[in-house]
């Protein structure tokens, strides 16, 4: 038995997010392909007394199955750097900059990647000073797509048509966070990247049966067709690929991410996000894209594990 087999693995999911049911399946599945691999894990669904069940389980390495929320924004990551347990994933700045959608589609920007027109909101002032109706309105035409700042797995996501629309959207809205993005809508093929450590594993297209790409689509069976390799030309393939890895390296990300484009007409990619805890379930499309790399599931977490170590 290797040392890293021996090593007490926690594997932190659940959580408080909004995502935390999705956080459960990933981490059972994680949990128990490690178990069948013989290494010494236990399962710890985390809550504000984490720091304790860390030590009480006497965890030397974090397998991080957390989605949103403080589980992928950088705080985990930094309570565990505070107490020297190494963890799968992006580190602290990593995590952060890749959750917040304003600040990581400025950096995009910067490095030259292509990304959709956006506005951001702010929440109206509670003194009433500042109205729904007062808040700026997009500078280019509808659709517009709307979306919380710092929120994955489409929580939160609208695409309306309408500018009539928009005062009560972005009300809803704003109960997911105190920033909102307003961002043109980019007619295309929605094509998602796998990166692991340094290397592009390879792509998947996403065909939701709903409007696009939402929660509901994710994460239940039977809603979503997946083409791999992605049906788009060999040389936007390429520029898809590239565009990710820029990405990948542009946050400082490292391990397992997931990057996501709306190939338009034309071939462009336009970058959407980058997933620094990517879905570890039965439909998510990491897993998927690795699959068709050659990795299974227990090799694609054995090297998730292994680049943890490495970093």
Not at 64 to 87: C, D, K, R, S, W
Not at 111 to 132: E, K, T, Y
Not at 174 to 200: P, Q, T
Request: a neutral charge; proline letters at 6%.
């Amino acid at each position: 038995m290797s040392p890293v087999t021996k090593k007490r693995i926690g594997v932190l999911m659940g959580g408080l997010s909004s995502e935390r049911d999705v956080s459960m399946r990933s981490g059972l599945a994680i949990y128990q392909n490690l178990q069948e691999l013989g290494y010494n894990c236990v399962p710890i669904d985390v809550g504000r007394d984490i720091a304790g069940v860390l030590k009480k389980e006497k965890v030397r390495l974090a397998f991080l199955a957390l989605h949103g929320g403080t589980g992928e924004n950088g705080a985990i990551q930094g309570l565990l750097e505070v107490l020297g347990i190494p963890y799968t994933g992006s580190g602290l700045l990593a995590s952060a900059l890749a959750m917040d959608k304003e600040v990581s589609k400025k950096i995009f920007a910067y490095h030259g990647l292509a990304c959709a027109p956006f506005i951001v909101a702010g929440q109206p002032r509670r003194s009433g000073r500042r109205r729904m109706a007062d808040l700026p309105e997009p500078p280019f035409e509808p659709p517009w797509v709307v979306k919380p700042a710092a929120e994955g797995s489409s929580i939160g996501v609208s695409i309306i048509r309408e500018r009539d629309a928009l005062p009560s959207c972005l009300e809803k809205t704003f109960s997911y966070g105190r920033r909102v993005i307003i961002e043109k809508f980019i007619k295309g093929r929605e094509i998602h990247i796998g990166i692991l450590g340094d290397r592009a594993l390879g792509g998947v297209e996403v065909r939701p049966r709903a409007e696009f790409y939402n929660y509901e689509a994710k994460y239940s069976s039977g809603l979503t067709e997946y083409i791999m390799p992605p049906q788009i030309d060999g040389e936007a393939y390429g520029r898809v690929t590239d565009a990710a890895l820029r990405a990948h390296a542009a946050l400082g990300c490292s391990g397992a991410t997931r990057v996501d484009f709306i190939v338009d007409e034309d071939n462009t990619p336009y970058i959407l996000e980058v997933n620094t805890l990517p879905g570890m379930t039965a439909t998510s499309l990491l897993p998927k894209i690795a699959g068709a790399a050659g990795l299974s599931f227990k090799d694609l977490i054995e090297e998730i594990i292994r680049l943890a170590i490495r970093e």
